[in-house]
């Protein structure tokens, strides 16, 4: 392994940001101990008792001082907290052009699926210098995907997605841990991030497994499960159509709005009752147990691939 | 050594012998002891589970025990040393001893209530006790769901019931300090005479009282969830993991401030003493305590930045966490001011009190790390958050309680302590502390994650060097635990004031009388009014 | 400088700890204060809960909510409020040491109180039988996700039972005071069990009042 490291390596857009935020905490820090230290070191020997009958002039405080010392590390606590906010606000905005990646994670491995089907097990591999976007879920308890070279983290929540991205700058093998306990083998759920040069991500994409990108298995499982016999791509079935769908506002029964992305589908599929589009019934029933994460991620991707809106909406 | 001498004068240990006559009694100094007794024991269980944790974590692959097992010692340390040593810690040993005393009182205002108070530390610490031995449970102090709720076949119920059963001891506790602070004060004791020890205890108990029941109710949805599985937190039945994250930090955060306001309380009692001097901005300090009370509850979901709550969410708790580490800082410098031209004095506790500023100020400041959302996102969930709150809450917490049964052991007893291997273990406590802990920080950022039993090799040295501070740690507190039971049989006898302070408690005998005061005194002055207790004194500054 | 208070014999109306009646009156009745207010942070954890799930699932909500009986809770609810009355009858009772009206309240509290609790068992043997008590046989018609409804039910069970716990150790105070009172032990002078007592009897009364129309009483505004 090397030498013991005391600093992370940094191997994303994010890490240099995180750092440079690091480094101005700490010389806060060293600065406000140091001053405590040093002062109280002073004090306790320049005014050390020399006699027993001693009586210290009482000073009871001044406001100035107090004010002094608020505003001051107020201040600097307010840098501290804009900086700190924007970094994160960054890390919520994926670019549109990111790759994106699935992530489910069950006790005690990671699974991961590009969007042309590869699938891989506790590793993932990237091209370095393109955003990717990891959508994730869990099958069972809270975990946790964590990159310390990349400075991110997203906890997987079992029932909903959650995102994070990133943008490697450096290729390499970098660590990939589990980061929320999950039980026994909690520190064993990991494995390596490889960030590779982009030809030598693309042989390794043709390389992987055929067994049918994601969105060509969310097709096959369509059709299996059924769905078209109500989802009409023209819109004439008793439930809306799903061309064009993706990234759309939709209307809801009760006024209110939401945006059609990957957790609106998968709550539409495994809790069809939580969101009716207005204008249409509770009739969808629910596909809980009948497809598994993975499934529903491929058949949000085969939905993604659905053409634009048609001209006209659909009367109903 | 005239060990006849201590039993001429009635005090509150010869008043009445055996053992009926200390588990019912209702003297608020003996139930102070009682406690003192249990939360030592709690305190070593939870150190041996410490010392297991650092061994296993000597070698990079583990090995010294399994898994589940190294998984059940680090959840049970957790569950042992917050729940059953520091939250009681000061409050039940220092509090109750010496808050009446300090407000001129003979006693709390709930007597039998203080008792049961204790009786449930002792059931709830059963529960858990039991839990332990049966197999033990898993579920990391958090207990986060769905983990334990669904897939944790572990002693969760016992272990969640003897939490449920502590938090009511907690909930006494601090009804009894309101109570006995709004009714019991002394003639002329207004509330900006008290001392602060007072002030921190008040808004203590205020945390005490408003959080531990949400706790509570959180534990109940818990054990209802395992035992009947009805979908509160399952997702599968359309329940929410997250909003039990947010019900069990509304307490847990608010928790660690029942830990340290009261060693913030001692602290204030220890720089006033040993510097012959008040506290500087008396008044500050003591809206400060209540602003660290009242703000601490707004700010639980830094906890829970990477939890896939919104970034709004994320952005406001972020903000609030940074007006609430504001008190603590002006508190700090309150302090250090005080010392300024004062007539400062070396004794044990007030080398535990220059500890305690020093480790909280680091402590403190790697708060203000964690509070930053980029930051955390990195170092959450890492041994960065393990060595803030370890500074925070052992080279914190730790250090002030120690400093206050070194300060109050001869009042309590009428003995002193041997002052040479005080000043000894207080150096081994605060060195062995440091290298525990400060390279965790490192640790932390560079990626090591927490509640890990094996790790990747890189990591060992910083491992190592951890382990190798805390078996100096170790050392550093088991020497106080020797003399402090062999100064109650050869300690020096104490006088009614050894250090010179101020402070009711300090006008009476050492061990103090049954009811206190023989009659309730009358308070003519401010706290830190040291001008009567200095004999033939020479003003300097 | 002493002042006049000493150390005293100890009597119910002044224990040792205190220095005058008044000062121990004034602390039995904040303490009693401060714990009401434990118990509503206790209590507001569970409405919490209910109400993020309510606003989630709103319509398995009201379909499993109308299938509660509204007339026995309103029973219920009017039966707490004149337990209510009599409590306050039995304190203002106390208040004039008239020994047998303070029993003959606090009785009546007590037959009240027992009378909650004995409709609160009939409506959940219903629910049993209908097969709305969260578990393996739960069934809920007109609602497609089972699991929102079984929700709605756990968080019934959990909160009304709760209370149902607080009514119970209301009803043990309530005898305990009974057998005191018919003992003569409340006086003018000195009445402060039964008015602390009172408090905490008109607390679990008002957490019933929340509790009925947030559960009995989702939609039943609108028009069928």
């Known amino acids: 392994m090397g030498s013991p490291r005391l600093f992370p390596v940094q191997a994303s857009t994010f890490a240099p940001d995180v750092d440079h935020l690091l480094y101005f905490l700490l010389a806060v820090a060293v600065f406000f101990s140091l001053a405590i230290f040093c002062s109280i070191f002073y004090f306790a020997i320049r005014y050390r008792r020399r006699s027993e009958n001693e009586l210290p002039r009482a000073v009871h405080g001044g406001m100035a001082l107090e004010i002094l010392w608020s505003v001051i590390p ?42 042309g089907g590869q699938r891989e097990i506790n590793e993932l591999h990237i091209p370095v210098g393109r955003a990717v976007r990891l959508t994730m879920t869990s099958e069972d308890a809270i975990h946790s995907f964590f990159v310390p070279a990349f400075r991110t983290k997203q906890d997987a929540v079992p029932g909903r997605y959650t995102t994070t991205w990133f943008t490697p700058t450096k290729a390499g093998k970098y660590h990939l841990f589990c980061a929320e306990y999950c039980g026994t083998n909690h520190s064993r759920m990991g494995g390596w991030v490889y960030v590779m040069a982009p030809r030598d991500y693309e042989t390794w994409l043709s390389g992987g497994t055929s067994g049918g990108s994601l969105a060509e298995n969310g097709q096959k499982l369509f059709d299996e499960l059924a769905c078209g016999n109500c989802h009409k791509p023209d819109g004439s079935g008793r439930c809306p159509s799903l061309t064009g769908l993706f990234g759309k506002t939709v209307q809801l029964v009760g006024g209110g709005t939401v945006k059609a992305d990957e957790g609106y589908i998968r709550e539409s599929i495994l809790q069809p009752q939580a969101k009716i589009v207005s204008g249409y019934g509770p009739i969808m029933p629910t596909f809980q147990g009948l497809v598994t994460e993975e499934g529903v991620m491929q058949l949000i991707e085969y939905i993604k691939s659905l053409g634009p809106p048609p001209a006209a909406t659909p009367t109903h | 050594m005239n060990t006849a001498a201590i039993h001429e004068r009635e005090d509150y240990l010869n008043v009445s012998h055996g053992l009926k006559s200390w588990l019912l009694t209702k003297d608020h100094k003996r139930i102070g002891l009682l406690y003192l007794a249990t939360i030592t024991l709690f305190f070593f269980l939870g150190g041996l589970f410490a010392t297991v944790i650092r061994i296993e974590l000597l070698t990079p692959g583990g090995g010294l025990v399994s898994s589940e097992t190294y998984n059940k010692l680090f959840t049970m340390h957790g569950v042992t040393m917050i729940f059953f040593f520091l939250i009681p810690s000061i409050p039940a040993v220092l509090g109750n001893f010496f808050l009446p005393m300090m407000i001129g009182a003979r006693d709390l205002a709930f007597p039998r209530i203080n008792l049961i108070s204790w009786y449930l530390l002792v059931i709830g610490g059963l529960f858990a006790l039991f839990a332990m031995l049966a197999g033990g449970v898993d579920t990391g102090w958090t207990f986060y769901t769905p983990y334990s709720t669904t897939y944790s076949n572990t002693w969760v119920i016992a272990t969640a019931l003897g939490i449920f059963v502590a938090g009511f001891s907690s909930i006494l506790t601090g009804l009894n300090f309101i109570v006995t602070i709004h009714t019991m004060r002394a003639p002329g004791l207004t509330w900006f005479r008290m001392p602060l020890f007072v002030w921190a205890h008040y808004a203590t108990s205020l945390i005490q009282v408003l959080g531990t029941p949400v706790l509570a109710v959180t534990i109940v949805l818990v054990l209802c969830e395992r035992v009947f599985h009805i979908g509160i937190f399952d997702p599968a039945l359309g329940g929410d993991p997250v909003l039990f994250q947010h019900l069990f930090w509304f307490y847990s955060h608010p928790a660690v401030y029942i830990m340290i306001l009261p060693a913030m309380g001692v602290v204030s009692e220890l720089v006033s003493t040993f510097s012959r001097k008040a506290i500087f901005g008396y008044r500050v300090v003591a809206f400060s305590s209540v602003a660290i009370a009242v703000l601490g509850f707004l700010v639980w979901g830094h906890h829970m930045f990477v939890s896939g709550q919104s970034v709004f969410a994320g952005m406001a708790f972020s903000f609030l966490s940074y007006f609430v580490a504001i008190p603590s800082a002006i508190k700090v410098f309150n302090w250090t001011a005080t010392l300024y031209k004062g007539s400062i004095s070396w004794e044990t506790p007030m080398l535990y009190a220059f500890g305690f500023i020093g480790l909280f100020t ?63 273990s207080a150096l081994v406590i605060f060195l062995g502390f440091n290298l525990t802990f400060f390279p965790q920080f490192i640790l932390g950022y560079l990626g090591m994650p927490r509640r890990y039993h094996t790790y990747p090799e890189e990591f060992q040295v910083l491992h190592v060097l951890s382990t190798a501070g805390a078996s100096v740690l170790a050392v550093g507190y088991a020497i106080p635990m020797i003399y402090f039971a062999w100064s109650l049989k050869y300690g020096a006898m104490a006088g009614t004031n050894p250090w010179g302070a101020s402070g009711l408690e300090w006008k009476t005998p050492s061990p103090p009388p049954l009811h206190n005061f023989d009659t309730t005194p009358v308070v003519t002055h401010d706290a830190y009014d040291y001008s009567t207790v200095v004999g033939e004194a020479v003003e300097i500054g | 400088m002493a002042s006049e208070a000493q150390a005293h014999a100890e009597t119910a109306a002044l224990r040792v700890q205190f220095d005058t009646e008044a000062q121990q009156k004034d602390a039995s009745t904040l303490g009693m204060w401060i714990f009401l207010i434990t118990e509503v942070m206790f209590f507001g954890g569970m409405f919490t809960a209910y109400t993020v799930y309510r606003r989630a699932y709103s319509d398995a909500f009201a379909v499993a909510s109308s299938s509660l009986n509204v007339t026995i809770g309103a029973i219920n609810t009017a039966v707490l409020l004149f337990s209510s009355f009599t409590m306050v009858m039995a304190v203002r009772a106390s208040q004039l040491g008239q020994r047998r009206m303070i029993v003959l309240f606090l009785v009546l509290t007590l037959i009240f109180g027992g009378m909650f609790l004995g409709v609160k068992a009939y409506e959940w043997n219903e629910k049993f039988e209908q097969h709305h008590v969260p578990g393996p046989s739960f069934h809920m018609e007109g609602v497609a996700q089972q699991g929102h409804a079984q929700l709605f039910f756990s968080l019934y069970f959990a909160m009304t039972g709760l209370h149902a716990a ?59």
């Not at chain 1, 840098?79 to 069950?106: C, H, Q």
């Not at chain 2, 041994?383 to 300060?407: K, N, P, Q, R, S």
Request: charge should be neutral; proline fraction near 4%.
């Open chain 1, 74 to 115: 107020f201040g600097l606590t307010m840098v501290m907290f804009t900086w700190g906010a924007s970094i994160y606000f960054n890390e919520s905005r994926p670019p549109d052009n990111a790759l994106d990646i699935y992530v489910v994670g069950k006790q005690w491995m990671w699974k991961l699926e590009h969007l």
């Open chain 2, 362 to 424: 680091i402590g403190g400041l790697t708060g203000l790390f964690v509070a930053a959302l980029g930051i955390d996102v990195h170092v959450t969930d890492t041994y960065f958050v393990v060595a803030h709150f370890h500074y925070i809450m052992v080279g914190g917490a730790i250090m002030a309680y120690l400093g206050g049964l070194h300060y109050w052991w001869p009042k309590m007893t009428g003995r002193m302590y041997p002052e040479g291997w005080a000043k000894l």
């Open chain 3, 166 to 224: 607080h009514m119970v150790i209301g009803v043990g105070l309530l005898s305990w005071l009974i057998w005191m009172a018919n003992k003569g032990k409340f006086t003018a002078e000195y009445n402060t069990p039964v008015d602390i007592a009172g408090l905490y009897w008109h607390f679990v009364d008002v957490i019933w009042i929340f509790l009925f129309p947030l559960l009995y009483l989702i939609d039943r505004h609108l028009p069928k």
